[in-house]
């Protein structure tokens, strides 16, 4: 076994077909012994070996660990990470073992890339967030609700789904599919489904695990493209869509957004239903340190109420989405106009304050993903902004701001998608900050 995984690794490697070439007649398996790197690659090639023979030949275990998470997301019970964790815990390690026994290259499993809408993970990488629990459990729920609101207004003809970014797993759509399947609650007839993902490894191993878990009759396509190239003259119903990361930044979910909202039909339903970003003022020793010290959930609400609000930065929902028009500074960047907020008086014993974007994600109905209960979640710091304060070194970037001036917000849509901090000219203490709060926060505060 192990000679003809060396066999294998050689020919996959090029060192046999070199050989075969007569570029050198003998393998120097002396050299190659001593050859770190080899012999990392050789290690990688045995771990899969042994992945693909250690899988479970039976696929009942995969189905049943995605009905038994559906089947405690679409209870009538609060949602928490507490209760859904273990649960998608038995999914994750069922599905990864399908993953491994994909075969898929490695060069296609790491690949990962900036391309014009933003970072593209690689499928190594996407494989593990399916285990942020809430926000698979929140989506699936959202969607599922989304569904039957749908069939009800659409009941005459299946209905379109569409899901860009979707990874490796699918995981805000596929259990719902396996779960209906195995249920009977909507049949093949009823709803189609179009998976779009830029990454070959993603698409491989989506199909895989389509195939395994034997829903194929519910899907239309699975394409391997940029999702802000796909066409259609078909109706669309349905989009999910998720492909942010926390303060809204690196990946490129705005422009993705836009391209699906415009395609969507006019009673479509696109998931999530908000983002809203809102701007504060924070100390980062107690924001980032001092608040992870201890799990006391009393000293975690003290901290973040120690923040100093600035407003809502954006709103992005259907209607936004459907109006947005973003200036275009090359073929390259494009700069969606945000809101503008005013830094308020500081008192002058005030310690060091840094700015955060904080992102809160309205799934469906009421449902919420609130601060720090997702990865996408989690409060960002822009380390450009110096908030009364100069640094002891300046560096390109720096935006140096006091009390009373006045913060404009662009969204950047280019290979490095997030929020743009400008200062405008006109800085007045007493303009704007009770307006923004009062227009702004009817958006953000709803949950």
């Known amino acids: 076994m192990i000679g003809g995984s060396m066999d294998r690794f050689l020919k996959s490697s090029g060192v046999a077909g070199k050989a075969e070439e007569g570029i050198f007649d003998v393998p120097d398996w002396g050299g190659i012994g001593g050859?770190?790197?080899?012999?990392?690659?050789?290690?990688?090639s045995l771990r899969q070996t042994i992945g693909t023979l250690s899988a479970p030949?039976?696929?009942?275990?995969?189905?049943?660990?995605?009905?038994?998470?559906?089947?405690?997301?679409?209870?009538?019970?609060?949602?928490s990470k507490d209760l859904l964790s273990p649960a998608l815990n038995a999914v994750y390690e069922q599905q990864l073992q399908v993953y491994k026994t994909s075969n898929i290259p490695k060069y296609l499993r790491t690949r990962q890339y900036i391309s014009a809408s933003g970072l593209v993970l690689s499928p190594d990488h996407c494989v593990t967030t399916i285990r942020d629990s809430l926000r698979v459990g929140l989506f699936l729920r959202?969607?599922?609700?989304?569904?039957?609101?749908?069939?009800?207004?659409?009941c005459s003809k299946p209905l379109h789904i569409v899901y860009p970014a979707c990874g490796p797993f699918a995981p805000l759509l596929l259990p719902l599919l396996a779960y209906y399947k195995n249920h009977g609650v909507y049949s093949e007839k009823d709803i189609s489904v179009t998976f779009i993902d830029i990454q070959e490894g993603a698409i491989l191993a989506l199909k895989t695990l389509v195939k395994t878990l034997d829903v194929q009759g519910y899907v239309r396509n699975i394409i391997c493209n940029d999702a802000c190239e796909y066409q259609t003259q078909e109706e669309i119903h349905l989009v999910i869509l998720e492909a942010m990361q926390h303060g809204f930044s690196r990946e490129g979910h705005l422009r993705l957004a836009k391209h699906y909202a415009d395609r969507l039909s006019?009673?479509?339903?696109?998931?999530?239903?908000?983002?809203?970003?809102?701007?504060?003022?924070?100390?980062p020793q107690r924001e980032y340190v001092d608040q992870w010290k201890t799990m006391d959930d009393a000293l975690h609400v003290e901290i973040q109420q120690e923040r100093i609000a600035l407003g809502c930065v954006l709103n992005v929902d259907l209607p936004f989405l459907r109006s947005m028009q973003a200036q275009e500074l090359d073929e390259y960047t494009h700069l969606v106009e945000c809101e503008t907020l005013t830094i308020p008086p500081l008192e002058k014993d005030v310690s060091e304050q840094a700015l955060l974007f904080h992102t809160r994600v309205n799934v469906f109905d009421d449902d919420w993903l609130g601060e720090y209960e997702s990865g996408i979640t989690h409060p960002l710091r822009d380390a450009q902004v110096c908030v009364n304060f100069t640094p002891r070194e300046t560096l390109a970037g720096d935006l140096?701001?006091?009390?009373?001036?006045?913060?404009?917000?662009?969204?950047?849509?280019?290979?490095?998608?997030?929020?743009?901090?400008?200062?405008?000219?006109?800085?007045?203490v007493t303009v704007g900050l009770s307006d923004s709060l009062g227009t702004c926060l009817e958006g953000c505060s709803e949950q």
């Open 35 to 44: 050859d770190v790197t080899l012999q990392g690659a050789l290690s990688d």
């Open 142 to 154: 959202g969607g599922h609700n989304a569904i039957e609101q749908l069939r009800r207004e659409n």
């Open 57 to 79: 030949k039976d696929t009942n275990d995969l189905i049943h660990s995605n009905q038994n998470f559906v089947a405690l997301v679409l209870g009538d019970h609060p949602l």
């Open 400 to 428: 140096l701001v006091a009390s009373g001036d006045r913060l404009t917000f662009y969204y950047c849509m280019n290979g490095l998608p997030g929020f743009l901090t400008t200062k405008t000219k006109d800085s007045l």
């Open 266 to 283: 006019d009673n479509g339903i696109f998931l999530p239903k908000r983002i809203s970003i809102t701007a504060s003022l924070s100390v």
